[in-house]
Every structure is written in structure tokens, then in C-alpha cells.
């Protein structure tokens, strides 16, 4: 706690910080095969030493934040995948991946350790009550809200006595319930909480909605069906804004925008900092529908270039943002001139409440 406190007055006095980018999928381009329950959380256990690696690349591309890879070692995820047995030894390995990492890159500049936690989980079975599917399809509805307590209690309680400075809530989509469950979890830890938003533009081009956007379709997983009539009711026509409306009252230190498209992340940050009073992150991710293969097809290049992210990212910061990294499909080639384009920091402050 007494290091994030440093971090935190670095924002109060109006740095720029510069979170690390895509996880799962850096890990994807190095050789980690995904699996289709638990995407990249296995490789802390198989591919221990390709994860610290990827750390590495990212504080030595000038990221002040890295994160874990947890985003889905959740108990349910890794009991889908065979790896039941293994949630504290594959979460446990990923903050000690990126305190190794620090120790052998970061030198004297300080380094901070963000534990992630997302409950895109499986789907159970209602019959059998067997966890199927994958990442790209469980939402986390088709677990109950004591149980999805419970593994994200259990998950933040690993990760706080692995040493992770804070943590950072990451792909709810809709499920606003889930995103206040494990931001209340996390926050039982007596460590502070960063929450994501995941957003896009409405049909009618002005609404901005929690989710994706409807183009974009992802490949991959066990194609077990997306929802049925046992799950949790969730309001998939929720606003951005009212999503914020339910979780700022849980007080998380930051709020932000991840893995939504750099256009939609430019307007749905506009809804966070109009809804948000402190400050904020933005992450956005590459667009891709190949996050969910097993290998990532190296001859499909992403649309945007480094340097028109870069541009963007100025653009946030000159609106107030100041936390900038990326998410999936924009690895260490696109943190190096973020942290490179970006001022030092901005003339006015959002305080950490």
C-alpha cells in the first residue's frame, strides 16, 4: 500500500502514467498458446519464464503499470481448462512473473503491479452443472452472484498476499453486476481498485452503451451458446453512464475505457469524464477477431499504426485522461511511442477521491 501511495501522489500532481499493453495477445505473438476456457492464465504455469519476459518488454518500452496475467485465472475458468487444482499456483506465478520482471529491468525508475481480475468465466452447465465454453462466450451471468463472490474473493485474496500494489477490474461488458462484485472483492483486500468499462456506440450513433459493438465477431472457443434462460438477468441496454452511476459509489481511486476501438474509446470517454470526477484511464485495443485462436495469424496486421495511436492517445490527454496503455493486439510496439509522444503530465488534475 505504501508504494501505491507514491503512485497515487504522481497523479494527484498531474503525471502522465503509462500502463503496459496487450496481455493475452503479446503472449499469443511469443509462442503461449491460448486455451479456449482460460485463454492466456495457463501460461503462468507452462510458459512461466515467456511470461516475465513479456513484462520486461513492456518497463523497458517505458511502462509505469504492468499487469498480471490474470485476467482469466479466475476458479471457474481454470477449472474448465483442467486446471482446478492450480488457481493459487497459476495466480501466485503471475505476480511473481512481473516482480521478477521489475526486479530485472526497471533499474531505479519505479515500477507499479496492477492485479488484474475479469469474470468472463465459462458457462455451467444447468444440467450437469459442468463448466463449458470458453472466454469468448461465458459472461459471467451463468454463474450466480454467490458463487462469482466467492471465486473473486478468493482470486483478490491470492493476488494481495502475492504482492500486487492494486488492482484493475477489466471485462465485465454489461454484466455491471459482476464489475460491482469484483470491485467489492477486490476492495475487501484494503487495497485500492481501478475499474474498466468496455464500450461502444449505439446504433443510433449517439448512445454510448456498455459492450461491443455488434460488427465485431470473435473466433474461437468451444461455440457452446452465448446465453440462456438459467443466467443472471443482465441489461445488455445499459448506458455507460449509468453503468459508472453504479460503480462510482464503490469508490474506486480510477475508471476507465478498455478494449473498445479507438474511435468509441474517444466517445466513451467523453461520458467518463463527464460522469467521473476522478481520474481516468483509457486502453484501447487493436480490433481484432482473432484474440481467441489458439495462435495469432502473424500475415494479418492491425489497422491503426503505432504512431496514429499515439495521436489519439494525445488527443485523450489533452481532454484530461491521464492514464494511457493498450489492450489486445496493440503489444510493446505501440507502448514505446505512447510513452515517448505523451506530455509529462497535464495542467489539471482529476484527485484520487
Known amino acids: 500500500m505504501a508504494k501505491y501511495e507514491k503512485l497515487k501522489r504522481r497523479i494527484d500532481h498531474g503525471?502522465?502514467?503509462?500502463?503496459?499493453?496487450?496481455?493475452?495477445?503479446?503472449?499469443?505473438?511469443?509462442g503461449v498458446p491460448m486455451h479456449p476456457a482460460s485463454w492466456?492464465?495457463?501460461?503462468?504455469?507452462?510458459?512461466?519464464?515467456?511470461?516475465?519476459?513479456?513484462?520486461?518488454?513492456?518497463?523497458?518500452?517505458?511502462?509505469?503499470?504492468?499487469?498480471?496475467?490474470?485476467?482469466?485465472?479466475?476458479?471457474?475458468?481454470?477449472?474448465?481448462?483442467?486446471?482446478?487444482?492450480?488457481?493459487?499456483?497459476?495466480?501466485?506465478?503471475?505476480?511473481?512473473?512481473?516482480?521478477?520482471?521489475?526486479?530485472?529491468?526497471?533499474?531505479?525508475?519505479?515500477?507499479?503491479?496492477?492485479?488484474?481480475?475479469?469474470?468472463?468465466?465459462?458457462?455451467?452447465?444447468?444440467?450437469?452443472?459442468t463448466l463449458l465454453g470458453g472466454t469468448g462466450y461465458g459472461y459471467g451471468a451463468s454463474i450466480s452472484t454467490e458463487e462469482l463472490r466467492a471465486y473473486a474473493g478468493e482470486q483478490a485474496d491470492i493476488l494481495a498476499e502475492s504482492g500486487v500494489d492494486f488492482f484493475l477490474m477489466e471485462n465485465m461488458w454489461a454484466d455491471n453486476e459482476s464489475r460491482a462484485v469484483a470491485t467489492e472483492a477486490a476492495k475487501a483486500t484494503g487495497l485500492p481498485v481501478w475499474v474498466g468499462f468496455t464500450a461502444s456506440v449505439a446504433p443510433d450513433g449517439q448512445t454510448v452503451r456498455m459492450g461491443i459493438s455488434e460488427d465485431r465477431q470473435y473466433t474461437g472457443g468451444l461455440g457452446v451458446p452465448m446465453w440462456t434462460s438459467s443466467w443472471r438477468t443482465v441489461d445488455h441496454d445499459m448506458t455507460l453512464a449509468e453503468g459508472i452511476g453504479g460503480i462510482a459509489p464503490l469508490e474506486p481511486d480510477v475508471i476507465g475505457v478498455f478494449h473498445a476501438k479507438t474511435d468509441e474509446t474517444t466517445a466513451?470517454?467523453?461520458?467518463?469524464?463527464?460522469?467521473?470526477?476522478?481520474?481516468?484511464?483509457?486502453?484501447?485495443?487493436?480490433?481484432?477477431?482473432?484474440?481467441?485462436?489458439?495462435?495469432?495469424?502473424?500475415?494479418?496486421?492491425?489497422?491503426e499504426s503505432a504512431e496514429e495511436l499515439a495521436q489519439a492517445a494525445a488527443e485523450w490527454v489533452g481532454m484530461g485522461v491521464q492514464v494511457i496503455g493498450t489492450c489486445c493486439g496493440f503489444g510493446v510496439d505501440y507502448i514505446k511511442p505512447l510513452s515517448g509522444?505523451?506530455?509529462a503530465r497535464i495542467s489539471s488534475p482529476r484527485k484520487i477521491v
Not at 269 to 285: E, F, I, K, N, T
Open 15 to 30: 503525471e502522465v502514467i503509462i500502463l503496459d499493453g496487450a496481455i493475452g495477445t503479446e503472449l499469443q505473438t511469443m
Open 268 to 303: 466513451a470517454l467523453r461520458v467518463v469524464l463527464d460522469q467521473w470526477p476522478g481520474p481516468v484511464v483509457a486502453y484501447p485495443d487493436a480490433g481484432r477477431e482473432d484474440y481467441l485462436e489458439t495462435w495469432q495469424d502473424r500475415s494479418v496486421s492491425n489497422e
Open 341 to 343: 509522444a505523451l506530455p
Open 40 to 129: 492466456c492464465g495457463p501460461g503462468n504455469y507452462t510458459h512461466a519464464a515467456t511470461v516475465r519476459q513479456m513484462h520486461e518488454r513492456y518497463i523497458r518500452a517505458g511502462a509505469d503499470v504492468i499487469t498480471t496475467n490474470t485476467f482469466n485465472t479466475l476458479r471457474p475458468a481454470l477449472e474448465a481448462s483442467g486446471y482446478g487444482e492450480m488457481v493459487r499456483e497459476i495466480n501466485t506465478r503471475a505476480v511473481d512473473a512481473a516482480l521478477e520482471a521489475i526486479d530485472r529491468a526497471a533499474g531505479d525508475r519505479p515500477v507499479y503491479v496492477a492485479g488484474s481480475i475479469s469474470c468472463r468465466t465459462p458457462i455451467r452447465d444447468r444440467r450437469t452443472g
